[in-house]
T-cell receptor, first 115, second 114 residues
Protein backbone atom coordinates (compact mmCIF):
# COMPACT_ATOMS: atom_id res chain seq x y z
CA UNK A 1 0.00 0.00 0.00
CA UNK A 2 1.13 3.54 -0.67
CA UNK A 3 0.34 6.91 0.82
CA UNK A 4 1.63 10.46 0.74
CA UNK A 5 1.50 13.11 3.44
CA UNK A 6 2.16 16.75 2.70
CA UNK A 7 2.72 18.81 5.82
CA UNK A 8 1.19 22.26 5.61
CA UNK A 9 -1.74 22.94 3.33
CA UNK A 10 -0.64 26.58 3.01
CA UNK A 11 2.90 27.97 3.03
CA UNK A 12 3.84 31.64 2.73
CA UNK A 13 7.34 32.90 1.94
CA UNK A 14 8.78 36.26 1.06
CA UNK A 15 10.11 36.84 -2.42
CA UNK A 16 13.77 35.79 -2.44
CA UNK A 17 13.42 33.49 0.57
CA UNK A 18 13.93 29.73 0.67
CA UNK A 19 10.98 27.58 -0.35
CA UNK A 20 10.57 24.26 1.53
CA UNK A 21 7.53 22.07 0.88
CA UNK A 22 7.40 18.83 2.82
CA UNK A 23 6.40 15.39 1.58
CA UNK A 24 6.58 12.06 3.38
CA UNK A 25 5.59 8.81 1.77
CA UNK A 26 4.78 5.24 2.63
CA UNK A 27 5.35 2.43 0.16
CA UNK A 28 5.63 -1.33 0.44
CA UNK A 29 7.82 -1.50 -2.66
CA UNK A 30 10.65 0.76 -3.89
CA UNK A 31 8.85 3.92 -4.94
CA UNK A 32 9.04 6.45 -7.68
CA UNK A 33 8.29 9.94 -6.36
CA UNK A 34 7.06 13.05 -8.11
CA UNK A 35 6.30 16.70 -7.56
CA UNK A 36 3.67 18.38 -9.71
CA UNK A 37 2.66 22.05 -9.85
CA UNK A 38 -0.81 23.38 -10.61
CA UNK A 39 -1.50 26.98 -11.58
CA UNK A 40 -5.06 28.30 -11.22
CA UNK A 41 -7.62 26.66 -13.49
CA UNK A 42 -5.01 24.49 -15.16
CA UNK A 43 -3.94 20.87 -15.16
CA UNK A 44 -0.91 19.51 -13.33
CA UNK A 45 2.60 19.91 -14.70
CA UNK A 46 5.54 17.72 -13.73
CA UNK A 47 8.24 19.59 -11.78
CA UNK A 48 10.61 16.70 -11.09
CA UNK A 49 10.76 13.00 -10.36
CA UNK A 50 12.85 10.44 -8.50
CA UNK A 51 13.22 7.07 -10.21
CA UNK A 52 15.94 5.35 -8.13
CA UNK A 53 18.94 7.01 -9.75
CA UNK A 54 20.45 10.10 -8.07
CA UNK A 55 18.83 10.93 -4.74
CA UNK A 56 19.06 14.68 -5.37
CA UNK A 57 16.80 15.52 -8.26
CA UNK A 58 16.73 18.81 -10.11
CA UNK A 59 13.61 19.98 -11.87
CA UNK A 60 12.25 22.90 -13.79
CA UNK A 61 12.09 26.50 -12.57
CA UNK A 62 15.00 26.03 -10.13
CA UNK A 63 13.28 23.47 -7.91
CA UNK A 64 14.98 20.40 -6.51
CA UNK A 65 14.11 17.56 -4.16
CA UNK A 66 16.09 15.02 -2.19
CA UNK A 67 15.00 11.42 -1.68
CA UNK A 68 15.82 10.28 1.86
CA UNK A 69 14.92 6.65 2.33
CA UNK A 70 15.72 6.61 6.06
CA UNK A 71 13.28 9.47 6.63
CA UNK A 72 10.79 8.37 3.93
CA UNK A 73 10.83 11.95 2.71
CA UNK A 74 10.97 13.78 -0.60
CA UNK A 75 10.90 17.48 0.30
CA UNK A 76 10.82 20.13 -2.42
CA UNK A 77 13.10 23.16 -2.18
CA UNK A 78 14.01 26.27 -4.09
CA UNK A 79 16.74 28.65 -2.84
CA UNK A 80 14.98 31.88 -3.80
CA UNK A 81 11.24 32.27 -4.26
CA UNK A 82 9.82 34.22 -7.16
CA UNK A 83 6.35 35.68 -7.44
CA UNK A 84 5.65 33.32 -10.34
CA UNK A 85 6.13 30.32 -8.00
CA UNK A 86 2.77 30.99 -6.37
CA UNK A 87 0.75 27.85 -7.13
CA UNK A 88 -0.39 24.59 -5.60
CA UNK A 89 2.15 21.79 -5.34
CA UNK A 90 1.40 18.09 -5.17
CA UNK A 91 3.64 15.22 -4.15
CA UNK A 92 2.85 11.80 -5.62
CA UNK A 93 4.10 8.23 -5.24
CA UNK A 94 3.88 5.22 -7.51
CA UNK A 95 5.48 1.79 -7.42
CA UNK A 96 8.76 1.68 -9.30
CA UNK A 97 9.25 -1.36 -11.43
CA UNK A 98 7.08 -3.68 -9.36
CA UNK A 99 3.72 -3.63 -7.68
CA UNK A 100 0.37 -2.32 -8.78
CA UNK A 101 0.70 0.46 -11.30
CA UNK A 102 -1.09 3.21 -9.41
CA UNK A 103 -0.34 6.83 -8.55
CA UNK A 104 -1.36 8.32 -5.22
CA UNK A 105 -1.24 12.06 -4.58
CA UNK A 106 -0.94 14.11 -1.43
CA UNK A 107 -3.51 16.73 -0.49
CA UNK A 108 -1.42 19.56 -1.86
CA UNK A 109 0.38 22.64 -0.51
CA UNK A 110 -0.61 26.08 -1.69
CA UNK A 111 2.42 28.35 -1.89
CA UNK A 112 1.96 32.07 -1.48
CA UNK A 113 4.86 34.41 -2.29
CA UNK A 114 4.84 37.77 -0.54
CA UNK A 115 6.33 40.86 -2.16
CA UNK B 1 0.83 17.74 -30.14
CA UNK B 2 -2.47 16.83 -28.45
CA UNK B 3 -1.35 14.76 -25.42
CA UNK B 4 -4.33 14.10 -23.13
CA UNK B 5 -7.62 15.60 -24.28
CA UNK B 6 -10.67 15.89 -22.03
CA UNK B 7 -14.18 16.90 -23.03
CA UNK B 8 -16.30 18.70 -22.04
CA UNK B 9 -14.40 21.38 -20.13
CA UNK B 10 -17.50 22.61 -18.29
CA UNK B 11 -20.78 20.84 -17.58
CA UNK B 12 -23.82 21.47 -15.40
CA UNK B 13 -26.01 18.47 -14.59
CA UNK B 14 -29.21 18.00 -12.69
CA UNK B 15 -29.33 15.46 -9.88
CA UNK B 16 -30.09 12.03 -11.29
CA UNK B 17 -28.87 12.73 -14.80
CA UNK B 18 -26.16 10.63 -16.39
CA UNK B 19 -23.24 11.75 -18.47
CA UNK B 20 -19.86 10.67 -19.78
CA UNK B 21 -16.60 12.56 -19.47
CA UNK B 22 -14.38 11.74 -22.42
CA UNK B 23 -10.63 11.26 -22.26
CA UNK B 24 -8.34 10.49 -25.17
CA UNK B 25 -4.56 10.28 -25.43
CA UNK B 26 -2.37 10.00 -28.49
CA UNK B 27 0.87 8.89 -26.82
CA UNK B 28 0.21 5.12 -26.85
CA UNK B 29 0.31 5.04 -23.06
CA UNK B 30 -0.76 1.85 -21.37
CA UNK B 31 -1.79 3.57 -18.14
CA UNK B 32 -4.82 5.86 -17.91
CA UNK B 33 -6.64 7.15 -14.87
CA UNK B 34 -9.29 9.50 -13.58
CA UNK B 35 -8.92 11.73 -10.54
CA UNK B 36 -11.24 14.15 -8.87
CA UNK B 37 -9.95 17.27 -7.18
CA UNK B 38 -11.79 18.84 -4.26
CA UNK B 39 -10.62 21.70 -2.02
CA UNK B 40 -8.40 20.45 0.78
CA UNK B 41 -8.48 16.86 -0.43
CA UNK B 42 -5.95 16.89 -3.23
CA UNK B 43 -6.40 14.49 -6.12
CA UNK B 44 -8.20 11.28 -5.36
CA UNK B 45 -8.01 8.34 -7.71
CA UNK B 46 -11.39 7.19 -9.03
CA UNK B 47 -10.52 4.43 -11.50
CA UNK B 48 -7.47 3.44 -13.47
CA UNK B 49 -6.48 1.14 -16.30
CA UNK B 50 -3.20 -0.53 -17.18
CA UNK B 51 -4.24 -1.54 -20.69
CA UNK B 52 -7.16 -2.11 -23.02
CA UNK B 53 -9.74 -4.33 -21.37
CA UNK B 54 -8.25 -3.89 -17.88
CA UNK B 55 -9.68 -1.50 -15.30
CA UNK B 56 -9.53 -1.28 -11.53
CA UNK B 57 -10.94 0.83 -8.74
CA UNK B 58 -9.10 3.62 -7.01
CA UNK B 59 -9.86 5.34 -3.72
CA UNK B 60 -13.30 6.78 -4.56
CA UNK B 61 -14.97 4.61 -7.25
CA UNK B 62 -18.60 4.71 -6.06
CA UNK B 63 -20.98 6.34 -8.51
CA UNK B 64 -18.59 6.07 -11.45
CA UNK B 65 -18.03 3.50 -14.19
CA UNK B 66 -15.20 3.16 -16.67
CA UNK B 67 -14.26 0.98 -19.60
CA UNK B 68 -11.15 0.71 -21.75
CA UNK B 69 -11.96 -0.74 -25.14
CA UNK B 70 -9.00 0.92 -26.88
CA UNK B 71 -5.56 2.11 -25.80
CA UNK B 72 -6.48 5.70 -26.66
CA UNK B 73 -9.79 6.21 -24.86
CA UNK B 74 -10.86 6.00 -21.23
CA UNK B 75 -14.34 7.48 -20.65
CA UNK B 76 -15.74 8.10 -17.17
CA UNK B 77 -19.46 7.58 -16.73
CA UNK B 78 -21.62 9.11 -14.01
CA UNK B 79 -24.67 6.88 -13.81
CA UNK B 80 -26.93 9.05 -11.63
CA UNK B 81 -25.30 12.36 -10.76
CA UNK B 82 -25.37 13.60 -7.18
CA UNK B 83 -24.36 17.02 -5.77
CA UNK B 84 -21.43 15.27 -4.01
CA UNK B 85 -19.97 14.64 -7.46
CA UNK B 86 -19.51 18.35 -8.08
CA UNK B 87 -15.78 18.53 -8.63
CA UNK B 88 -12.97 19.06 -11.08
CA UNK B 89 -12.07 15.87 -12.91
CA UNK B 90 -8.66 15.15 -14.38
CA UNK B 91 -7.69 12.39 -16.74
CA UNK B 92 -4.05 11.31 -16.82
CA UNK B 93 -2.02 8.86 -18.85
CA UNK B 94 1.45 7.41 -18.52
CA UNK B 95 3.85 4.64 -19.36
CA UNK B 96 6.58 2.70 -17.60
CA UNK B 97 8.52 2.55 -20.82
CA UNK B 98 11.34 5.13 -21.04
CA UNK B 99 9.51 7.73 -18.98
CA UNK B 100 10.10 6.63 -15.39
CA UNK B 101 6.39 6.31 -14.76
CA UNK B 102 5.66 9.98 -15.50
CA UNK B 103 1.98 10.68 -16.00
CA UNK B 104 0.55 13.50 -18.06
CA UNK B 105 -2.64 15.34 -17.24
CA UNK B 106 -5.45 16.75 -19.27
CA UNK B 107 -6.71 20.28 -18.69
CA UNK B 108 -9.58 19.20 -16.48
CA UNK B 109 -13.37 19.04 -16.62
CA UNK B 110 -15.39 21.23 -14.27
CA UNK B 111 -18.62 19.48 -13.30
CA UNK B 112 -21.45 21.03 -11.27
CA UNK B 113 -24.41 18.93 -10.15
CA UNK B 114 -27.43 20.94 -9.04
Amino acid sequence: AQSVTQLGSHVSVSEGALVLLRCNYSSSVPPYLFWYVQYPNQGLQLLLKYTSAATLVKGINGFEAEFKKSETSFHLTKPSAHMSDAAEYFCAVSPGTSGTYKYIFGTGTRLKVLA
Amino acid sequence: NAGVTQTPKFQVLKTGQSMTLQCAQDMNHEYMSWYRQDPGMGLRLIHYSVGAGITDQGEVPNGYNVSRSTTEDFPLRLLSAAPSQTSVYFCASGTRIRSGNTIYFGEGSWLTVV
